[in-house]
């Protein structure tokens, strides 16, 4: 797909704005003395805002040369993540989940619906008033609520493909479609209310009888508790030793 290289046409130099240099900062600031490679993949998040949703080459290199890291490796990872895009995209990019749960609930659909609203032909297209791009990706973790889509930020779910069409027409028109499940649900609960832990139960469960507990001795205490119960033991006296010491015979 186009959207994982590099796009031909590239801004020759890239500089985050002032106010992400601040945060680059506190990110960079975060690791330990040279483990400072680690926040690559903030970084590469925060050009992609600042681009428009993709990463020109010139951020890599801008951010392997602040993180003092090859930028082979930069390229690595942006185009491990599906998340970053190497190419320009609309102003609205569609995910549409493929994986098994959304395709049986109707995903091929979705697409369909997605790419006759777009105007475009074949995923990674972008369409001609520059507001959407419609891609294929695997599962979002939003299953239960299948099938969905994410578009930027948000999720969408439980859609039908006239929902989908509605909530690209309202992103066109510059509103804000309400997010997540687009059904009478709650969040990813049952559709209709619960289904189960509905009764009440008839019998109270039976309730032990509380045991009070024994009070608690403080140490001293029970040292002279000890004390008091051992038997004393006399010394024996020299009249005592001399009764039971037996006399010697005289001659
Ligand atoms: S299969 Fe689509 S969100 Fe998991």
Redesign the pocket.
């Known amino acids: 797909m186009a959207l994982r290289e590099p796009a031909l046409e590239q801004p020759k130099s890239f500089e985050f704005s002032k106010e992400a240099q601040k945060r680059v900062k506190e990110i960079i600031a975060k690791y330990p003395k040279g483990r400072q490679q680690s926040a690559v993949l903030p970084l590469l998040d925060i050009a992609q805002r600042e681009c428009g949703n993709w990463v020109p080459v010139a951020a890599m290199e801008h951010i392997a040369e602040l993180l003092d890291m090859p930028y082979i490796r930069v390229y690595e990872v942006t185009t491990f993540y599906s998340m970053f895009n190497l190419a320009p995209v609309g102003k609205h990019f569609v995910q549409v989940?493929r994986?098994?749960?959304?395709w049986l609930r109707g995903s091929d659909a979705i697409t369909k619906a997605c790419l006759k609203r777009a105007g475009t032909k074949k995923l990674g297209e972008n369409s001609a008033d520059g507001n959407f791009t419609i891609v294929e990706v695997e599962?979002?973790?939003?299953?239960v609520n299948?099938?969905?889509v994410q578009i930027n930020d948000d999720y969408y779910e439980d859609l039908t493909p006239e929902q989908m069409a509605a909530v690209m027409d309202d992103l066109a028109a510059g509103k804000k479609p309400a997010i997540g499940t687009q059904i009478a649900r709650q969040n990813s609960a049952p559709v209709g209310g619960a289904t189960v832990l509905k009764a009440v139960p008839k019998t109270k469960p039976a309730v032990k009888k509380a045991v009070a507990p024994k009070k608690a001795t403080k140490p001293a205490e029970k040292a002279k508790a000890a004390v008091k119960k051992a038997p004393v033991k006399k010394p024996a006296t020299a009249a005592a030793k001399a009764k039971t010491t037996t006399p010697k015979k005289q001659g």
């Open positions: 989940c994986t098994t749960p959304c599962c979002l973790g939003a299953c299948a099938p969905m």
